[in-house]
């Protein structure tokens, strides 16, 4: 089955609930001075778009774009459902993301995701993307539990 990825204004309980779903994560495997993930009235904010993925009518992962300049962009709010996992819902939130940026002129994507070992599937896909580790950009600091990367698009 084809993965259908929309534009979503977060105002359905259903992709409400994919956003709490993914803060709940990160919180179960981050300290919280160490989580970045956006609540639903930032995730609302102009310099946001936000996507689900759907398979048939089945929610299975969402992602996000943060402009942060006319260049710059942050990839926000990755998230796959544990039933969806390992099918490439990913992979296609990301290439919708970086085609989207690309469409909009900008030329580097940055994200931050977690150093653990809970997050060693989403830097692989990373990495395997072109993405490189940087330093922390925008308004993050240097954080042992943070990964920092980075993409010229």
């Known amino acids: ?3 259908n990825i929309q534009l979503d204004d977060l105002s359905s309980q259903e992709s409400q609930s994919i956003v709490r779903e993914h803060m709940a ?10 989580v970045h993930a956006l609540p ?24 996000a774009l943060q402009t942060l300049d006319a260049q710059h ?10 039933k969806f996992l390992r099918q490439g819902i990913g992979q296609a939130v990301l290439n919708h993301i970086i085609n989207h940026a690309t469409q909009k002129g900008l ?3 940055s994200l931050e995701t977690g150093s653990s070992d809970a997050f060693s599937a989403a830097r692989a896909m990373y990495l395997r ?3 490189k580790i940087c330093e922390p950009f925008g308004d993050y600091k240097l ?3 943070s990964v920092f ?3 010229h698009i």
């Open 143 to 145: 954080d042992p539990l």
């Open 40 to 63: 639903l009235e930032k995730l609302r904010q102009p310099n946001m778009t936000f996507w689900t993925a759907w398979k048939g009518s089945d929610l299975c992962g969402c992602g």
């Open 73 to 82: 962009g942050e990839v926000k709010t990755m998230r796959t459902r544990t």
């Open 25 to 34: 994560g990160m919180l179960a495997n981050t300290p919280i001075e160490s």
């Open 107 to 109: 030329n580097r994507l």
């Open 149 to 151: 990367m980075t993409k």
């Open 1 to 3: 089955m084809n993965i």
């Open 129 to 131: 993307n072109g993405f």
